[in-house]
Nanobody, 121 residues
Framework: QVQLVESGGGLVQAGGSLRLSCAAS????????MGWFRQVPGKEREFVAA????????SYADSVNGRFTISRHNAKNTVVLQMNSLKPEDTAVYYC??????????????WGQGTQVTVSS
């Protein structure tokens, strides 16, 4: 079993940056691709980004491509989402999730509790 804990959310002005981190427990972290999803109340969870087990391949939603960067550090069991040029429409709860592949769009086996990101205009 894998436990995921996100951190780094907060309030930022449009155009600003935030860095989300996800810490994973367990010794099987590098067996999983990892992803970030987000959800706005009343809407379905939306794929944001994913990264392969080795970190060599990534995929992004069109809405964040070029602004967000996903990375991972297997020795530290962490995955990071660097978010730049933030827009009010990026406001959501962001979740870290394990995936079978960086091309997978969910639902994923393990989810964190989520971290709130709020972008003011």
């Amino acid at each position: 079993q894998v436990q995921l804990v996100e951190s780094g959310g907060g309030l930022v002005q449009a155009g600003g940056s935030l860095r989300l981190s996800c810490a994973a427990s367990g010794r099987t972290f590098d067996l999983y691709a990892m992803g970030w999803f987000r959800q706005v109340p009343g809407k379905e969870r939306e794929f944001v980004a994913a990264i392969s087990q080795s970190g060599g391949s990534t995929s992004y939603a069109d809405s964040v491509n070029g602004r967000f960067t996903i990375s991972r550090h297997n020795a530290k069991n962490t995955v990071v989402l660097q978010m730049n040029s933030l827009k009010p429409e990026d406001t959501a709860v962001y979740y870290c999730v394990t995936l079978p592949s960086y091309l997978s769009r969910g639902p994923g086996d393990y989810w964190g509790q989520g971290t709130q990101v709020t972008v003011s205009s």
